[in-house]
Every structure is written in C-alpha cells, then in structure tokens.
C-alpha cells in the first residue's frame, strides 16, 4: 500500500512523518574524525555536532524504495578543521543520492574509489547529485547551522569505513578566515 504523505517545511526542511527516525552525534562519539585530535579532547565530549531526521516509507534494505531526510550540521571547529558528518559510502556503492541545502553555507566533501577528493560549494537551493561510488560529507563552513536535505534508495546502506579507516584523501579547513581544501596527508 502506498504510505501516506509526509510534510516538509520548505523554509527550514523540517520535516514531519510517521515513525519519524532521528539521531544525534556528540563531539565525544566522533573519535578519530578531526585531524586535530589535542583540540578534539579540549572541547565538550557533549557538544552536538549534527542532528539527522529520515522517514522511512518503506522497510530499510527493500530494493526499489526511496527515504528522504534532513541532516542540520551545527556552526564550530576543532582546531582549525570545520564541524562536519562523519562521512559514508553506501553499502551497495552503486547506489546515488541528492543532496539539498535549505539554509546555511558549506562545502559537500566527495570522494571516488580510487580516493581522489574534490568539494562542492553547498548554499540555499544549490542541489548535488552523488553519483553511485562516491563517498560523501558534508562541512559547515558557515556561522549558523547548514541544513541540508537528502533522498536515497532504501537499499543503498549506510558504510561508515571511511570515516573510521584511512578517510577522505582531503580536508575542509580554515585558513585566514575562508575555507580552503587540503589534502589529508599535507
Ligand atoms: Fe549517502
């Protein structure tokens, strides 16, 4: 049967669903994630990161389905580096995704298999494709909060490996006060 329909305030992306799903991600769960981790340790383990909302129409892992959610990144840095997500492949990597931002500034991280890194200026109403086998993060580089909206197949999973193994082959950090994107190893 086919699910009611569910509502989105297109002025902010909020978004109202049955079983509406949520998670949240403190500082303090995001080890190993900031290169500078003497400056990850001096901040607030409790300090909220990013806030994601989804909405589940139909069960995880059904092939042919689509979810939809909203992930609101909050404004700060650990050292010089930007508050960001922790960064996914999808389980079945061929499978792609939209990215919408509603409100706020910042940069979509993308990375492809062979680890080359490249970034895309994300702003209201700018609209990313990601393509299958393209690992992707997005950056607040912004002093409010970036929120971003996004639709994906039901099937294509969640693979954080990148963020917990050798990561993204490049970084999103400050430098006299403007973003600049820096290869990881520099
Ligand atoms: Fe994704």
């Known amino acids: 049967m086919n699910p009611a329909p569910a509502f989105v305030n297109w002025a902010d992306g909020a978004l ?3 079983g509406l ?12 994630i900031f290169r500078d981790h003497q400056a990850w340790q001096k901040l607030d383990p409790e300090t909220i990161v990013y806030r ?8 995880s892992g059904t092939a042919g389905g689509l979810f939809w959610g909203l992930t609101e ?36 991280v993308l990375m492809d298999r062979t680890g080359h890194t490249w970034a895309e200026d ?23 909060p970036i929120r971003v909206i996004a639709c994906w197949p039901s099937d294509a999973g969640h693979d954080y490996e990148v963020a917990e193994g050798r ?8 430098e006299r006060g403007a973003p600049i994107l820096v290869n990881a190893q520099d």
């Open 21 to 32: 799903q949520r998670s949240e991600k403190k500082l303090g769960q995001l080890t190993g």
């Open 16 to 18: 109202q669903a049955p």
């Open 73 to 108: 990144i909050q404004p700060g840095r650990v050292g010089n580096e930007y508050f960001m997500t922790r960064g996914h492949w999808h389980v079945i990597r061929n499978r792609a995704e939209f990215y919408g931002t509603v409100a706020g500034s910042g940069k979509l």
């Open 167 to 174: 990561g993204f082959g490049a970084r999103i950090l400050e």
């Open 52 to 59: 994601v909302w989804w909405w589940e129409p139909v069960a």
């Open 122 to 144: 994300m702003a209201p109403g700018s609209l990313h494709y990601i393509a299958g086998e393209v690992a992707h993060r997005i950056v607040n580089t912004g002093d409010k």
